[in-house]
């Protein structure tokens, strides 16, 4: 490990004013960062005194006793104690976990969703936020939430952390800044970050209005796929991966800490910002990834490849070889198989797959799915090309093709996924999306050779 030092790294406001973000590359490294010099002990994790009047403090994600425990050392100004008292129940009405089924929705069916609009009203990260989808249990720490967040306004004095999730964050417009208590992310469409169970922060807004989708993780943490026989290199990369260096905040001003625990929020008011570590080092910690440097693997002869092969980010069960989540992008790429249906094939699958489009449009859909919309094909329910893609590539010159302008991506998850009454009664859905299939033409033909 190098120590990273960066001198300049006090935030001074809650707009984040003249402040740089700072990263470090690796995915799943052991990190140090100090802010100011000398902040980390050499050698050790706890001392009796810590330089500069500080608290040393661990942070863990996982238990103690993992394989490989996640965990950091953080050297702060207070300890967490001290940014936390007497807490009150708060609704955040249209953000929802799972169990939750409500009774008079169905989630059987194929869906699909265009934006959600903005409104005009002023919607920080925690008013901004729409569950469209459960599944799973928050309680047994299995599953995971959908959500799009609309967010207008920066979050003054204000910070947050889930003790139910880690979260994935996918912009789709708009650029966001993540002050955290480990650092400074900022991300912006074609990017994403990666929030861990339990990390404070704030959210501002660097360019607005702001759209995208978020993956809300009850199970274990997202880590890079096996790679198997496709080995070492391609899909994404740990160095493409950026963790925060260490910046910190020393302002003794009224705030409020919101924290969600077992789908309940709960706020309590302090005199400070708790985003007060000075120093940190482990392997426990926010990240943000540059989807533009995916390299995508697929096949070079003939057959369309299962779409696991552009798993980006799995989080696994506890079951082998079957993902709690898979995160799974569709970016450009170069379509060259040989006689070959090139768009993904119809199918029914045990997993259920929720997508997202960042922008452009999507092969096996080249209507209607467009930039900020969302589908959804629960568990063994049919899907597939529509009519157009289907002609399109039945006919198609099957030379080399660049499929250009495109991204889109995918949450699959082993859980049955079920609609929030805001994704079924208030978000924009599309009700003729079933019928997009409606016009595929019976092309049976018994003529022995006959194609």
């Known amino acids: 490990m190098n120590r990273q030092t960066a001198p300049h790294s006090m935030i001074q406001a809650p707009s984040g004013a003249g402040i740089t973000a700072g990263y470090m590359p690796g995915f799943g490294n052991d990190f140090e960062t100090e802010a100011l010099p000398g902040a980390l002990p050499e050698g050790m994790n706890s001392p009796q005194k810590c330089n500069y009047g500080l608290y040393g403090e661990q942070l863990s994600g996982t238990a103690f006793t993992d394989v490989r425990p996640e965990r950091t050392w953080c050297y702060r100004v207070r300890p967490s104690v001290r940014h936390s008292g007497r807490y009150a129940r708060i609704d955040l009405p249209l953000w929802k976990t799972a169990p939750h089924v409500p009774q008079d929705v169905t989630s059987l069916g194929q869906y699909r969703w265009d934006p959600v609009p903005h409104t ?7 008013t901004g936020m729409r569950t469209m989808t459960t599944a799973g249990d928050v309680n047994t720490q299995v599953g995971m939430a959908s959500h799009i967040y609309l967010v207008t306004a920066s979050m003054q004095d204000t910070y947050f952390y889930s003790a139910d999730s880690e979260m994935l964050v996918v912009p789709q417009e708009g650029r966001l800044r993540f002050c955290t208590e480990l650092g400074i992310i900022d991300v912006a469409p074609q990017e994403i970050a990666i929030l861990p169970r339990g990390l404070v922060y704030r959210v501002e807004v660097l360019e607005g209005p702001c759209r995208g989708f978020v993956c809300e993780n009850y199970g274990a943490k997202f880590e890079l796929p096996g790679r198997g026989p496709i080995g070492a290199n391609c899909m994404a990369n740990p160095r ?28 309590t008011a302090i005199g400070h910002s708790p985003l007060d570590v000075v120093a940190w080092h482990g392997n426990y910690a926010p990240l943000k990834y540059d989807l533009t440097t995916y390299c995508p693997v697929g096949a070079i002869l003939f057959d369309h490849p299962d779409p696991s092969i552009f798993t980006v980010l799995t989080a696994p069960s506890g079951q082998p070889g079957v993902a709690n989540i898979d995160f799974v992008l569709f970016r450009e790429r170069w379509l060259v198989a040989e006689d070959t249906f090139r768009p993904p094939w119809y199918h029914k699958n045990i997993m259920s797959e929720l997508m997202g489009n960042i922008y452009g449009q999507y092969d096996a859909k080249p209507k209607g799915f467009i930039p900020g ?79």
Not at 409 to 430: G, I
Request: with cysteine; net charge negative.
């Open 240 to 267: 493409d991966f950026k963790a925060p260096v260490a910046a910190f905040e020393d302002r003794e001003t009224p705030s409020t800490l919101t924290i969600k625990w077992c789908g309940q929020f709960h706020e």
């Open 120 to 126: 005009g009203e002023d919607l920080t990260w925690l």
């Open 373 to 451: 919309g969302m589908s959804l094909h629960n568990m063994m329910l049919p899907h597939g090309p529509d009519k157009a893609a289907f002609e399109g590539a039945s006919n198609a010159a099957l030379e080399p093709a660049k499929l250009d302008n495109t991204m889109s991506f995918m949450f699959e998850t082993r859980f049955p996924q079920h609609l929030t009454r805001f994704a079924a009664q208030d978000a924009p859905l599309q009700d003729d999306y079933i019928d997009c299939w409606s016009d595929l033409d019976k092309k049976f033909d018994g003529t022995p050779g006959k194609k």
